[in-house]
């Protein structure tokens, strides 16, 4: 009876250590992926913040824009302080659609009256094709104003087509296209430049320009150009500092 008791432990006990190191390997081979953000919070500058009361952050979740006409959706990332909201895109450069950034958070009032809060903060994004840049043009021709007159935004006569085109071929190449500089923001490039907003006053676009595919494009945000010069600087620097909490991709 004692010998059999001995077989038998010895027979099961090899047993339950197979078992046991079995159980081992197949948690150990399945391995523990860290949560991380997925794009860049944004901190704000120490001495200066249009956020008072709490840092913006990237949302996990995205927000999605669908564009029929394009067949195409995006998945956008900004800071939680904002929402988009559907704008007209008639007469915007071509524009297939143009969504505007709404402010729904705390943000620093200007002394400027021109500003609705302390510039730079988000203005507006714009989705181009060289097909709905042509349509434009057609379309403000059929409906161009008398001279001297100015209802159709064609910016001192710029040929937008071939803008699209030198910008595309640029931005494959990680290439400058004239006044545009090329940065890399994450993991992406953009086209950057500062222009005047059109109507006077002090206010000025800091414009981002990428391309999925064959879509260009255009995010803006707000700036104050009438500064001192080392104020003025800043604004360039706290623009593109925004600009790190931004991320859009295109979805399959």
């Not at 709490?54 to 995205?62: A, E, G, I, K, R």
Request: hydrophobic share 35%; proline share 8%; charged share 20%.
């Amino acid at each position: 009876m004692n010998k059999k008791r001995r077989f038998l432990f010895s027979v099961i006990t090899p047993l339950l250590f197979l078992l046991v190191a079995c159980g081992q390997l197949a948690s150990e081979s399945v391995p523990t992926v860290p949560t991380q953000t997925p794009y860049p919070t944004y901190t704000p500058y120490p001495t200066y913040t249009p956020f008072p009361t709490f840092t913006p952050f990237v949302p996990s979740v995205p927000t999605t824009l669908t564009i029929d006409s394009l067949a195409k959706s995006f998945s956008v990332y900004f800071p939680g302080n904002y929402a988009l909201s559907e704008g007209d895109a008639t007469l915007r450069s071509g524009s297939l659609a143009a969504y505007d950034f709404i402010q729904v958070g705390e943000f620093l009032t200007s002394d400027d009256p021109y500003f609705i809060s302390q510039p730079p903060y988000f203005y507006e994004i714009q989705f181009h094709t060289v097909e709905s840049i042509q349509a434009f043009i057609d379309w403000c021709n059929q409906n161009a104003p008398h001279e001297g007159e100015s209802n159709c935004f064609l910016i001192n006569d710029i040929d937008f087509v071939r803008l699209y085109h030198g910008q595309q071929e640029a931005y494959y190449d990680r290439n400058d296209y004239e006044d545009y500089a090329i940065q890399k923001f994450g993991q992406q490039y953009y086209f950057t430049r500062t222009r005047t907003c059109g109507g006077g006053g002090s206010c000025a676009f800091r414009e981002y320009t990428t391309f999925l595919r064959d879509s260009k494009v255009d995010v803006k945000i707000v700036v104050n150009i009438f500064l001192d010069p080392s104020d003025r600087e800043r604004q360039t620097e706290l623009s593109d500092r925004l600009f790190t909490s931004f991320h859009i991709e295109l979805l399959p």
